[in-house]
């Protein structure tokens, strides 16, 4: 007799799940109908009325062919996003799917599996994990800095010992913000027996100047970099991701992608985008400003804020990080209670909504003990480490 003729409703204890997921707790951030949302470093200005027809006149063309698949290998699409791309990209170069994660999750079910492992550095992006563990595939993790940053030395080190199938470098990181220099990439895939990751999924924020590892491509078959159109370019809910590595890479994703992955309204919306990707990145310089800014109000209050190359902010260290988080809740400002303890992340918004963050955010400070005088210059410790930031006297 099943659970559910017994009368009682069943629950994960009563079906055959995978050991490996016992106890696990799935992904997902709080939603939360408030005022001011900035929990999900998503990019806060809508399509432009333009764009929006654009991308209603490109369903209504294809509408009438929803009877037939897609495209199954989204040639066009990859030609465009070759194209934004640039370094010399071409479509045999490029693939795409179902936002970065399915990405992601294609490669380790290339690359990954039974008997093999994946590491990555954290404080990092919390999927990485749980789609390696959804792969069948172990997870090694590596340390961060007391700055988030990774030392190149030390992460060779730990290549060389683990020997992953795949490592995973996210530059911008998330949650922490922090940009990784290329020498710390050039070093990690010389030493890798397998494949490297770098997830620049929010590398469009990063300040001028700074490198993307798809510099990085040419000689080097195991590296992939990945990227995504749900942060900079405004169109979460369309679910783009993508990638570039050698042709044979995207050989080795072609064996286990399913078919017809990317539907055709997908594809068509994600190509809109890119033909106004003018416009569309042209938040990013206001974006920017604003996460600055916020970098700099924080740390004149006497908070510690990691530096950032991303549209979020990683502040701290509050001893009861969760009563601050829910003090801005209840003041209507919702933002994300993730990453080390006793340290908060904040979404870059508006200038409307920053404005509102830090009304806030000035009300929940006031309810707490004075800070001790700091340099509002300075960056502090990541998990792991003595964690002593600036609201430490509290404790």
Same mark, same amino acid.
């Given at each position: 007799?099943? /659970? $559910?003729? +017994?009368?009682?409703?069943?629950?994960? !204890?009563?079906?055959?799940? @995978?050991?490996?997921? &016992?106890?696990?707790? =799935?992904?997902?951030?709080?939603?939360?109908?408030?005022?001011?949302?900035?929990?999900?470093?998503?990019?806060?200005?809508?399509?432009?009325?333009?764009?929006? /027809? $654009?991308? +209603?006149?490109?369903?209504?063309?294809? !509408?009438?062919?929803?009877? @037939?698949?897609?495209? &199954?290998?989204?040639? =066009?699409?990859?030609?465009?996003?070759?194209?934004?791309?640039?370094?010399?990209?071409?479509?045999?170069?490029?693939?795409?799917?179902?936002?970065?994660?399915?990405?992601?999750?294609?490669?380790?079910?290339?690359?990954?599996?039974?008997?093999?492992?994946?590491?990555?550095?954290?404080?990092?992006?919390?999927?990485?994990?749980?789609?390696?563990?959804?792969?069948?595939?172990?997870?090694?993790?590596?340390?961060r800095e007391d700055d988030f940053g990774i030392d190149p030395g030390?992460?060779?080190?730990?290549?060389?010992?683990?020997?992953?199938?795949?490592?995973?470098?996210?530059?911008?990181?998330?949650?922490?913000?922090?940009?990784?220099?290329?020498?710390?990439?050039?070093?990690?895939?010389?030493?890798?027996?397998?494949?490297?990751?770098?997830?620049?999924?929010?590398?469009?924020?990063?300040?001028?100047?700074?490198?993307?590892?798809?510099?990085?491509?040419?000689?080097?078959?195991?590296?992939?970099?990945?990227?995504?159109?749900?942060?900079?370019?405004?169109?979460?809910?369309?679910?783009?991701?993508?990638?570039?590595?050698?042709?044979?890479?995207?050989?080795?994703?072609?064996?286990?992608?399913?078919?017809?992955?990317l539907s055709t309204l997908t594809q068509a919306a994600a190509r809109?985008?890119?033909?106004?990707?003018?416009?569309?990145?042209?938040?990013?310089?206001?974006?920017?400003?604003?996460?600055?800014?916020?970098?700099?109000?924080?740390?004149?209050?006497?908070?510690?804020?990691?530096?950032?190359?991303?549209?979020?902010?990683?502040?701290?260290?509050?001893?009861?990080?969760?009563?601050?988080?829910?003090?801005?809740?209840?003041?209507?400002?919702?933002?994300?209670?993730?990453?080390?303890?006793?340290?908060?992340?904040?979404?870059?918004?508006?200038?409307?909504?920053?404005?509102?963050?830090?009304?806030?955010?000035?009300?929940?400070?006031?309810?707490?003990?004075?800070?001790?005088?700091?340099?509002?210059?300075?960056?502090?410790?990541?998990?792991?480490?003595?964690?002593?930031?600036?609201?430490?006297?509290?404790?």
């Amino acid at each position: 007799m099943t /659970a $559910d003729a +017994a009368g009682r409703r069943a629950t994960l !204890a009563d079906l055959p799940i @995978r050991d490996d997921l &016992r106890g696990r707790s =799935a992904y997902g951030a709080p939603q939360i109908d408030v005022p001011v949302r900035l929990n999900t470093n998503e990019n806060p200005y809508p399509p432009s009325p333009g764009l929006v /027809a $654009d991308l +209603a006149e490109a369903v209504r063309r294809d !509408a009438s062919e929803l009877n @037939r698949y897609p495209d &199954r290998d989204a040639v =066009a699409l990859r030609e465009d996003l070759a194209a934004y791309l640039g370094h010399g990209l071409g479509v045999e170069r490029v693939w795409a799917a179902n936002g970065s994660n399915e990405v992601l999750q294609q490669i380790l079910q290339a690359f990954g599996g039974p008997g093999r492992s994946a590491m990555g550095f954290e404080p990092s992006y919390s999927m990485h994990p749980i789609i390696t563990t959804g792969a069948a595939t172990r997870w090694i993790s590596g340390a961060r800095e007391d700055d988030f940053g990774i030392d190149p030395g030390k992460a060779v080190a730990a290549v060389e010992e683990h020997r992953p199938d795949i490592v995973f470098l996210t530059s911008p990181n998330n949650p922490t913000g922090t940009a990784l220099p290329l020498e710390v990439i050039r070093r990690v895939a010389e030493a890798a027996p397998g494949m490297v990751v770098v997830d620049e999924a929010y590398f469009e924020f990063a300040r001028t100047g700074t490198p993307s590892a798809l510099s990085l491509l040419p000689g080097n078959p195991r590296l992939i970099v990945t990227r995504t159109m749900s942060k900079a370019f405004a169109m979460a809910g369309t679910r783009l991701g993508y990638l570039a590595a050698d042709p044979a890479v995207i050989e080795a994703l072609l064996l286990v992608r399913l078919p017809y992955h990317l539907s055709t309204l997908t594809q068509a919306a994600a190509r809109v985008a890119l033909a106004h990707r003018d416009e569309l990145l042209g938040t990013v310089d206001r974006l920017r400003a604003e996460r600055d800014a916020c970098v700099r109000w924080l740390r004149e209050r006497g908070l510690s804020v990691a530096d950032s190359d991303a549209n979020f902010v990683l502040f701290g260290c509050f001893p009861d990080r969760r009563a601050v988080w829910q003090g801005l809740l209840e003041r209507g400002v919702l933002i994300r209670e993730v990453g080390p303890p006793r340290w908060l992340r904040v979404s870059v918004g508006t200038s409307g909504e920053m404005a509102a963050f830090r009304e806030a955010m000035s009300a929940v400070l006031e309810d707490l003990p004075a800070p001790a005088a700091a340099d509002p210059s300075r960056s502090t410790p990541a998990a792991g480490t003595s964690g002593r930031g600036d609201l430490e006297a509290i404790l």
